[in-house]
């Protein structure tokens, strides 16, 4: 599923350069590079969730990680 | 010979995606979704982009990809297998969501220039006097298009 993020952040990026490229502006890969840094951030601090997780539930999937009442 | 590269370079990119969604095992998925970096990076690099490649490159493939892989390494997980009502449900949201998408583009790809003039507010140079038209057709293609995303 973080793959899948990544492949949509990557797909985002493309989208920019595209735009950059067609309007002759620098916009858009400036922005480009912000997206990549959040990506890289936010890819680093989601897979040390998953980590986590796994040490405390000794499983990896959310459903059966469940603690909510309902 | 820009399409050739073009052409190519998007087939490796969507069916390495297309590898990354649908293989059982993550370690897989992983070794696909660094392909489709290197293969984006490329159609980067068309777009005379070469700063954005070679970052993707470094950071995307080279350190990204590297963490999952570690964490895919450190943690096995168990191949996944879903149970067939669960597949079934899937299947139909997936080819919902993907009727309306192919929708969506296939009228931005045939009205290229209506939907340009509405996202950017240039009427289209070689016929000025319908401009203004082609803009209202335009809104309501970018209207679309902003509901679909």
Redesign the interface.
Known sequence: M???I??ML?AV??TF??F??F?NQLDG?IF??FV?TV??AE??VG?AL??IL?RRADT?DVDQANTMKW | MEYIVFYGLATVAVTA?LV??LMNRAIY??LA?IV??GA?AG??FQ???Q??AA??VI??AG??MV??LF?IM??D?QSEKFSPDRLKLITVIALTFGAFLAFVLVQVTFQWSATMGGL?GRPDRRSPAIGREHQGSGSFTLSRLSAAL
């Open positions: 973080f793959m899948c990544e492949l990557n990026n493309l350069l595209t950059s490229r309007l890969q480009v590079l990549m990506a890289a890819a680093a897979l998953i980590v796994s990896l | 995606a990354v969604v998925s992983a979704l489709c970096f984006v159609l980067f777009l005379e982009a700063f954005v970052v993707q950071v995307y350190a990204i963490l999952f964490v450190l943690l997980p950017f």
